[in-house]
């Protein structure tokens, strides 16, 4: 048995993408252009100054499709851009450098990501998030490495819409508790005790830099805490995933906040347009801390989300404990907490969230008095 490891490779700053001549020339000349709705029209200017100083050139871009499906694959897999070209760069979002990755471990074709946006880690991991064609979540399906490498570039990045930070801080702190806790007293081989390691700084970057990047987005000019910030949101995330994850099990990568996201999304009345994703993990990491009786860490991530004005009430994602308590059976039954090392029951789960809502009672009156 052997298992080969490809980790994370990227290139950070304003200037990043005059990077692209020295770290994709080596693949040849002829790129395709994957793209989404939005985030290419922000990083065109940048990317065709690199390319005029490169021996690269770029065809007409090559739209992705609307969502990260098998069945987009497929017919991107037809374009003749697509079968003509040395090499992938793929531009937006999540679910197009998703759709880029996969589309280039099928067709044996090399991909470097433009991330334009920080809410996730896509530009840096080596597994595809695949829905179905009307959007709703398929699989993860997991890749052989990641882009060959990753050019974020600051400059896009801070004048992107702050929403998709904001969502983007909780999606990121919940990987250390969801990982910590699924691994929780069991001998881990070396690159499971290796990436639990590191995602600690999955929590402790974002809630020491997080206010500060939002501000600095907000403000529309990067900071060191807007930097720091998103390498720990696209790269850091990137390498605990990339290295919980070897044996293709999400195993290590999941947990109580992801299954509480999972059942709020199916949930008929949920709008799930309405919150992001990133959103809605940062409210589940609340109950998943409570459940696990984590108080300081609970008082932590408390107190940031409502700083940040992330979700910390079943109000603030447009729900009551009425609603609530008619899921928590489904809570139980979503795979992505078979790992916990204890059983997360009905009971636990009530518990949680009256403590949830019990705090933020006395919030509210605490305010009041001011």
Not at 57 to 84: D, H, I, Q, R
Not at 174 to 191: H, M, P
Not at 337 to 356: C, G, S, W
């Amino acid at each position: 048995m052997i298992t080969s490891v490809y980790l994370s490779s990227y290139t950070i700053g304003e200037s990043s993408y005059d990077e692209i001549a020295h770290s994709c020339s080596p693949y040849g000349k002829k790129v395709v252009l994957i793209v989404g709705d939005h985030g290419y029209g922000k990083a065109k200017p940048y990317l065709d100054e690199a390319l005029k100083k490169s021996s690269l050139s770029a065809e007409k871009p090559v739209y992705f499709g609307g969502e990260c499906t098998f069945e987009n694959v497929e017919k991107l897999k037809k374009e003749p851009a697509v079968m003509n070209a040395d090499m992938i760069f793929a531009i937006g979002g999540g679910r197009v450098l998703d759709t880029g990755k996969c589309l280039g471990e099928q067709i044996q074709k090399p991909v470097f990501a433009f991330p334009t946006i920080a809410s996730n880690c896509a530009a840096c991991t080596s597994v595809s998030i695949m829905y179905q064609p009307d959007g709703s979540f398929l699989k993860p399906e997991f890749l052989k490495e990641p882009p060959k490498h990753a050019f974020i570039n600051t400059k896009i990045l801070v004048e992107a819409p702050v929403k998709y930070l904001w969502a983007g801080l909780g999606d990121t702190y919940a990987k250390y508790y969801e990982a910590s806790i699924s691994a929780r007293g069991e001998a881990l081989n070396q690159s499971l005790t290796l990436g639990v390691h590191i995602s600690r700084q999955c929590a402790d970057g974002i809630i020491k830099h997080g206010l500060g990047a939002l501000a600095a987005n907000e403000a529309k000019s990067a900071n060191e805490d807007f930097e720091q910030t998103i390498l720990t949101i696209i790269v850091t995330t990137a390498l605990v995933s990339i290295l919980v994850t070897l044996d293709h099990s999400p195993d290590y990568n999941s947990g109580l906040a992801h299954a509480i996201y999972y059942t709020l999304t199916s949930m008929p009345a949920f709008d799930d347009e309405k919150h992001l994703h990133g959103e809605i993990v940062a409210f589940g990491v609340l109950i998943l801390l409570l459940v696990d009786q984590q108080k300081e860490e609970f008082d932590r991530v408390y107190q940031f989300n409502c700083a940040s004005k992330l979700p910390h009430s079943l109000a603030d994602l447009d729900l009551n404990a009425a609603i609530m308590e008619l899921y928590l059976e489904t809570i139980t039954e979503m795979a992505d907490i078979r790992h916990n090392p204890y059983v997360i029951t009905q009971d636990m789960l009530k518990a949680a969230f009256q403590e949830l809502e019990t705090i933020n009672k006395t919030k509210r009156k605490e305010e009041r008095k001011k």
